[in-house]
Structure formats: structure tokens, C-alpha cells
């Protein structure tokens, strides 16, 4: 959920910066590819605390009237 934004937000940014000439195309090349590596490697980790953090501020009743909600989303 929340990583795709957070990464599309880095690459949006690193774009933005070339456009205005701020860094080169290749630096924003490295920046986007890191950032794909990063996001590989720990946004199921990310997820599984966020969703743990969800369940514990919600609680098991509400937490399965969350899921529901979310899977009508989907």
C-alpha cells in the first residue's frame, strides 16, 4: 500500500529534479533503481508490520471488519 506511494514519490521527485536540471538523467537512473531495490527487499516486511499494527489498534472484531472492507476494494 503505503511503499508503492513512497516510491513513486522518490522516482516522481528524481523525474522532477532532471526536468528542472537540478541532476543528470543518470543519477536519477541510480536513484530509481535503488529505490526498486529497496522496495524489493522490504516491502513485505513493511506490510506484514503495518498489517500486525492495524490489527493491534483494531482489535480482532473490527480488525475482520477491516479486511472485509479492504476486499471489497480489491
Sequence with gaps: MNCLLIKSEATTRARTAVENEFIE???ASQASKKCDVFFGQYSDE????????????????????????????E
Design 25 to 27: 538523467q543518470a543519477v
Design 46 to 73: 513493511i506490510n506484514l508490520h503495518t498489517t500486525t499494527k492495524i490489527k493491534d489498534i483494531l482489535g480482532d472484531e473490527f480488525y475482520s471488519k477491516f479486511e472485509e472492507e479492504q476486499a471489497m476494494f
